[in-house]
């Protein structure tokens, strides 16, 4: 894992802690995605992100405002992070 993802998990317990519900209100303004939670937005983004998949401009925004993903269409260390508490406890291994 890498040490800024690493170093970001050792400090957050939830993806709450990551970001937070006060900065999602803020990053997200009047986007409108149907009945989806808004994290369950952000987790998909994120993820397609990470796939090398195509998402559109609101949620590529919302993204980038909080932090989960780089101008350049990279995920950032606490993006994975994100991705990682949300996804991760879902996981078997």
Known sequence: MRKKTLAILLTAGTEQDLV????LDSAWNQANFGNRGRREIIRLGTMKCLSGWHQGHTSRAICTELGLISEK???????RAYLWLALGKRCAF
Request: avoid cysteine.
């Open 20 to 23: 937070s519900d006060a900065a």
């Open 73 to 79: 269409y990279k995920v950032t260390a606490k993006g």
